[in-house]
């Protein structure tokens, strides 16, 4: 499945521009890199749609100022994104869930 939605990235591409850290990277490259590997947690692990290809771009906010990222409430975000894919897959036509599973 691609990626649809012009507001979202190909995990493929995140994976192939952000795989491999220079040894001599400076700070904000390091930073850079970091924000990247987390949105990928983000996208993939924690608040992951069915598709698993894609991620969208709305994490981006949380993840520009790294600072801030301890300050949100991950636990209930991710609680919360599991009931609203439970609530999609009593639809007939879901066969796919999505979601944190291993909250289950």
């Keep these: 499945m691609d ?12 994976q192939e521009t952000f795989s491999h850290l220079l040894h ?3 700070e904000e490259t390091i930073r ?3 924000r990247a590997y ?4 983000l996208s993939t692990q924690l608040l992951g749609d069915k598709s698993g ?7 981006l906010l949380y993840v520009a100022r790294l600072e801030d990222i301890g300050r949100y409430n ?16 009593t639809n007939r036509n879901v ?3 999505a979601g944190a599973l291993q909250l289950l």
Excluded: E, P
Aim: aromatic share 14%; net charge positive; glycine share 2%.
């Design 74 to 89: 991950w636990g209930s975000t991710a609680l919360s994104w599991l009931y609203q894919c439970l609530c999609r897959v």
């Design 32 to 34: 850079r890199y970091t």
């Design 24 to 26: 001599d990277a400076d």
């Design 3 to 14: 990626c649809i939605n012009k507001f979202t990235v190909k995990c493929t591409w995140m």
């Design 38 to 41: 987390i949105m990928m947690l």
């Design 95 to 97: 066969v796919k869930l």
């Design 53 to 59: 290809t894609c991620m969208h771009i709305r994490w």
